[in-house]
Structures are given as structure tokens and as C-alpha cells.
């Protein structure tokens, strides 16, 4: 264990100063830059001629990704069209791309019907006679020798129309089908189609179409997804800025003015992927990030300081909701102590995610422990309450198991505990805070008191190695937030993974607070490590060391079978024993 400088504590982009400062040089990307999985899977689409004839795409289902993928096809089919007349004539010279003639048609529907997908046959006139005027042609009949666009969303709320959009897809034939289903009028011959389907949706959704047709996952189709992340080297940062000044173009937006402009947007990436390697590649988050800076800015370059000010607004836009929590806790209504020392109880960490609000954030919670006479169990109020997650019980189980392991016991614990999240009215779930739940019981049964000034997060597991969590950035900072506000003594901080280490991207006043000693960050890679930062005492040692809380709970057991623990029984309880036991 040891405490984190604060220069972990934020992503550093120093040792990319040469490429940033190069970024005005930079020519914008073409479309499928840093997609090389979706761009490999259209290009191999666009030049198969039977099979498969669908190709599921795995991305936001907005009009964005829609164009993004329609500009992918019209690329890649001019290319496979250029290769094929190139294969017919060999000695034909090569046209661009932009000067080809006949290029395939491509369809985007949205909100699709029966009739708006594949059209329909209105009566006849007096004559009786089908004439063109009658014959409604559908986008199946538009997309002919070409591709159809459609949203998963427009299959799934409507289910009846897949299987006859896969016969279409299958057997290259359309039957024609009657407007008005009361009368009876002829129809035309069944239509011949040659059609490309592209389907577009997020994970979940495509899960659910897989459900309701299986034959989806098989060798019908083709599979590609729009990657939502990057990971930053020398090889991919001068991609991803050409990425970004292409956006910048698209969306007609100010350039980013100088090297610091640019690192402040992949900080705002790093924390937004909770990775200091990583930036999101969405299209939309850049535009939103960069059109806000745009309003600070005026038409002007972007610099840092705008897009500094555009956070900053954010921020204060989406706080009511945190900073009604954190007055909660400021007035005493929400009990959190930052000094002084308690038994059994714990300041443990939370993500709070509330639906219709835009973003999650931090909020310290007390968990505490008793301990009592009893079999060995331990209980988990939230799981008997039902306001615990099954991840939240899986954490708690893991936590029991290393528990009984490490105290080595020969017979079961002649302790029971109970442990809750104090004041919280609401489900909790996950395992990060099964660290903190651990901290409190091991200090029940020693009867240490725990160091109120240090909030604690993580998972372990039943090695008693700690795991990382999610949300630590918020996590911290909603911690830290209650200590300014009563006061920086110095020694509060925050005990968390080390394995979280890549995802800090604390904010300014954190930050400003570390580098001043004000408050710490200690990294862990076991419970061996926590419990001395948080009791001054070592969980284990060697043999025969009677300090260890390890020993002092052992002793506490031992006091327990050979002590004067019978006074502390009933006569109504020794008069019950003696029924049984004769």
C-alpha cells in the first residue's frame, strides 16, 4: 500500500505534445477512420453477391450512425463496382470514386409499414384493369439491386413484417398483396428483387431480434458494430484528431485553437470512459462537447479556457440533485462522520444513479456492524429487506467466505453480526462496497475502532485480494465535498483499488487539494492492506503477535468458550437447554 501522487490522479498527455502541436496539419478523416472492424465487415458486404444478403450493425439507433453507415456502403460499393468493371476490362483506366455512374441505390427507412415497405395494389379502374396508377411500389421496390437501411426498432414493433421481408431477402421474389383486404381484384405477377438488407441497433435490441429469429445469428447474415472507444498511443492520436477535425467540419464548428484545447478534450474523454488510456469515439458526445464550447467562444477558435467554461456550466446545470444530497449531509439529517474513531461502522462510497437525470454521482454512505451472541451468521439487511441487488448478496457471500477462512475457526463463530447501509431507502447493488462491509465487521468483532476521516471502496474476493469498481471518480468526489465543506484536516482521503489507478481523472479542486496535502489517496491490493490504514492495526502477522486484529478477535472467542459467558444467560434460556439436552 502506499498513497498516490497527484500526478496518477489525471491522465498526462505530455509525452503526445509533439503530435498534438500538429493537429492544424492534419487533413479531416475519411469515413470508417478507427473502425476497422465495421469498416472490414461493410467492405466484405458490399462485395458478396449471394450470401449473406443482411448485415447487423451494433450502434446508437439515431440518424448519425444512420448516415454514417449509409456513406460507408456508397464507399464501398463504388470501390467493389470499380474492381468488377476492372475485372470485365482490363485495360479500362480506373474512375474516382465520386465520377462513378451507376452506383447502388441506397434505401433508409424509418417508421416503416406494411404497405410503406413493400407497397400494395389498389383496385382497378371501371375497366378492370390494373394499371400503373394502382401499383404502389414499396422501398423493398426502391432498394432493388441495392441496399435497404432500416432500424431493428422497426422490425421488432412490428413482428409481422420480417417474414415476408425474408422471403424477400431469400428468394429474390415479392407477391404483390391487396390494399384493401374486403375486395377481390387481380393482382400482379410476383415481382423480382435483388435487395441488401442493413440493420441497425444497439445491443439490447439486437439480442431481442436474435430472440424472435435465430436464424438472424446464423449464415443469413453479417455482423459489425461501431466501436465507442480508443485506446491513445503514437500510432492511433494523430487518427483520432483527423477523426475529430472531421467532425468539426461536418458539424461547421469553430477549429480547437492549440495543444491545450485538444488536452482538455481527451481529458474530457478519459473521465467520460472512466480509462486515462481511452477516449469515446461517438460522434454525438464530440459534437455536444464541442458545440457548448462553441457558444463560449462566439465563432472564435476554441481554446481550453472555453471549454473549461462549457464544463463548468454543465456541471452546474445537472447539480441540483447532488448537491441536495450533500446538504442532506452538511445539516445532519444524513449522519457521516470525518473525525474521530467508531466501532463497527465505516464510511463506504456510492454511485447514485437517478432515472431521468442526466449523469450519476458520488455520495459517502455509513455502513455499520454490530456483533452479538449467536451461531456464526452473518446478515445483510438489504438482501431481508429486499433493498439489496443480487450483485450486492453475491459480494456479501464472498466477503463471509474469506472472513471464515482467515479466522480458521475449528467450530462455527460463536458470534452473529448484522451489517446495513445506514439511512438508505433505496435498492443497492453491486459489489463495491463489500471492502467496506468486511472493514466494519472485522472491527465488530475485534472491537477496534476504524478512522472515521477515510472513506473506503472496492470489491474483494474470497482471497481477500481487492477488485476494481466503478465510478471512482464520483465516488471521491462526493467524499471530498463533504470533508471541505466541515473542513480539510489533512488526513481524510479515500482507500480504493489499485487496480482503479487508469480510471482516476479527478477534477481541478481535488486535484488542488492532493497537491497540497489537504487530502490523500491510498491504492490497495488486498484487505492486508485496508485494515491497517483504517484501524492502525495489521490484520494478520506471525504467530504469537497478539496486536493483530486477527488475534484480538481470537482472543475475544477464546474469552467466549472458556470465559464467564454464562452469566450473561437466562434462567429462562439454561432452564430450555436442560429440556433439550435431557
Sequence with gaps: MHEESWRTMTPDYSKFQTILEQYDDLSPALTGTLQDRLTDAVRRFTSVELQPRVLRITAPDNKVYRDYVVDLLTQYDAQHRQRKSVQKNPGAEIAQPDETTDASVIIVGENVTEQSLFGAVYPPLDDGKISKQQVKHGLVHQANNGYLVLSVTSILSNPSLWPRLKSVLMNGELEWQAAYKKTLYPLPPAEQLNVKLVLIGDRYLMAELENAEPDISSGFSMYGEFEQDLIINDKSLPLYLSYLKAITHSASLPELADSKALEVVLKTGARHAEDQ???????????NLLCEAAIESQGQKITEQHLKD?????AYRESYLPERAIEDIHHGQVVINCQGEEIGQVNGLTVVEVPGHPCAYGEPARISCVVHFGDGDISDVERKADLGGNIHAKGMMIMQAFVSTALDLDQPLPYSASIV???????VDGDSASLAELCSLVSA???????????????VDQF???????????KIEGFFKVCAFRGLTGQQG??????NQGNLCLNDEVLEAIRAGKFHLWAVESVDDALPLLTGKAFRGDEGDSETLLAKIAERIDHFHHGEHECHISWLTRIRNWFVQN
Excluded at 462549457?310 to 454543465?314: D, E, H, N, P, V
Excluded at 479515500?494 to 487496480?499: E, F, H, N, S
Aim: hydrophobic share 40%; with cysteine; charged share 15%.
Design 494 to 499: 479515500v482507500i480504493l483499488p489499485k487496480t
Design 310 to 314: 462549457s464544463l463548468k456550466a454543465r
Design 421 to 427: 447501509f445506514e439511512q438508505s431507502y433505496c435498492e
Design 277 to 287: 488510456t481511452r477516449v469515446p469515439l461517438c460522434p454525438i458526445w464530440h459534437q
Design 445 to 459: 468483532l475485534a472491537m477496534q475502532p476504524i478512522n472515521q476521516q477515510i472513506a473506503i471502496t472496492g470489491a
Design 464 to 474: 481477500g485480494r481487492v477488485q476494481a469498481v466503478g465510478g471512482i471518480n464520483e
